[in-house]
Structures are given as C-alpha cells and as structure tokens.
Nanobody, 123 residues
C-alpha cells in the first residue's frame, strides 16, 4: 500500500488546514488509519486515529477539540481537519495504515507510512 499525504502548508496561528491521505488500493479500507507528527528536534508523536469504518476515533490530548479525523473509504482517503492551529503544531505530518481494523496510538502497529507533509504555523 502506498500512501500520499497532502494539504500541508504555512498558516497563521488560529488558522485551519485539512490534510488528506490517499491510499493506492482498497486494502486500507479494512484497516485503521492514523496521523502522526514529528516536530524539529522531537520524537514522533501520535496525533489521531480512526477505525476501519470511521466508527471509532481517538486523539492526542494536545489536539483534542481542535482536530478531527475522518475517512471516505470510497475514495481510499483519510482526512485530518486541523482548526485553531498553534505554533506548537508545526511538524511534518505522516499518515499510516495499521495492521488491524482497530484504532491504536502505537506507531509500531502501523505497517505502511506515507512520505509526510509539512505544516508550519506562524505566530
């Protein structure tokens, strides 16, 4: 499975961006998908995840209430709507497909990773 992440860019604090992650084939429709991020000089961290049918989602505390993950299996695409962005949200954002249908924040349970898209939030 190849993943293509897009939608990153430069935005002012308080602004919004929507990231997209499109899979090369429908295998990902049966699997949970997650978003992770890596800020400069920091470890990769979990952001959000969604179950195979969209019925279950989970978020990192740092983005809860501001970010929304959703998916459209007909388009093999998962979205991350990011509102009220803060400078500390600046990072490269990666999408990944898990090895199962259940949500998980454990990066080791994700088998396929996209190339990442840069999000920069200016103050």
């Amino acid at each position: 499975v190849q993943l293509q992440a897009s939608g990153g860019g430069l935005v002012q604090a308080g602004g919004s961006l929507r990231l997209s992650c499109t899979a090369s084939r429908r295998t990902s429709s049966n699997n949970a998908v997650g978003w992770f991020r890596r800020a400069p000089g920091k470890e990769r961290e979990f952001v959000a995840t969604i179950s195979w049918n969209g019925g279950s989602t989970s978020y990192a505390d740092s983005v809860k209430g501001r970010f929304t993950i959703s998916r459209d299996n007909a388009k093999n695409t998962v979205y991350l709507q990011m509102n009220s962005l803060k400078p500390e949200d600046t990072a490269v954002y990666y999408c990944a497909v898990a090895g199962s249908s259940a949500t998980t924040s454990n990066a080791e349970r994700y088998h396929y990773w996209g190339q990442g898209t840069q999000v920069t939030v200016s103050s």
